[in-house]
């Protein structure tokens, strides 16, 4: 893996989020959707993954579209991410879709992160909802979002996303996070940049 940094080098406090190529093209859109939704200075780490099946999976899974099955690359990747954290400053992980879920995950093996950016996740994942239940996360603020269309498909394990996010906000609430679920407008696809954007601003202001 390789990352670039954004923003400012110098600042105390650190967002990283794992994005593919597509992604890349619109991190400097987000980063200035960030600065102005929450007035703070920060560096920005994008890491890019080189196979976003594997790379953000945290175990194998059969395909849940196309036939592409998920890997086991997650443990890897989270280790990369360590290694290009800044010492001694205050870090943040996120991203969107498989890279969402990966956060949630990320948050649950290390208390490195002081919160958690999950916009649109991929929590219909297969076992992970169960994963969530059985382990508790090691940071104190979590965003969760979703579009309001993203549950309205055919493929059966996608379409139980509006559940599990649902389950996954009660759960964290319950255990005493400070956590909040917003829903946007649109379908998995719409405004990437922007629901990511949002997720990372507001563990800035909270």
């Not at 859109?29 to 600065?35: K, L, N, R, Y």
């Not at 443990?75 to 992980?93: E, K, N």
């Not at 239940?133 to 993203?150: A, F, M, P, Q, T």
Request: charged share 20%; hydrophobic share 40%.
């Amino acid at each position: 893996m390789t990352y670039e940094e954004f923003g400012d080098r110098n600042a105390n406090t650190v967002l990283i989020q794992a994005v593919d190529a597509n992604e890349m093209k619109f991190i400097e859109e987000e980063v200035a959707a960030i600065e102005r939704l929450s007035s703070s200075s920060f560096l920005f780490l994008a890491a890019k993954t080189e196979d976003w099946f594997c790379d953000l999976s945290p175990w194998k899974a059969p395909p849940v579209f196309g036939d592409r099955p998920f890997g086991d690359g997650a443990a890897r990747t989270l280790d990369y991410i360590l290694g290009i954290c800044p010492p001694d400053r205050t870090c943040y992980i996120g991203g969107y879709s498989l890279a969402g879920l990966f956060a949630l995950w990320a948050v649950h093996q290390t208390d490195a992160f002081s919160g958690a950016a999950a916009a649109s996740p991929s929590v219909w994942f297969p076992g992970f909802m169960d994963y969530m239940k059985d382990n508790r996360i090691s940071c104190g603020s979590v965003y969760l979002s979703l579009g309001d269309r993203e549950e309205k498909t055919r493929n059966p394990v996608m379409a139980s996303v509006g559940r599990c996010i649902s389950e996954a906000h009660d759960l964290l609430v319950s255990e005493g996070i400070e956590c909040t679920l917003e829903y946007n407008r649109g379908n998995h696809f719409t405004d990437p940049a922007g629901r990511t954007a949002a997720a990372f601003a507001w563990l800035l202001r909270h």
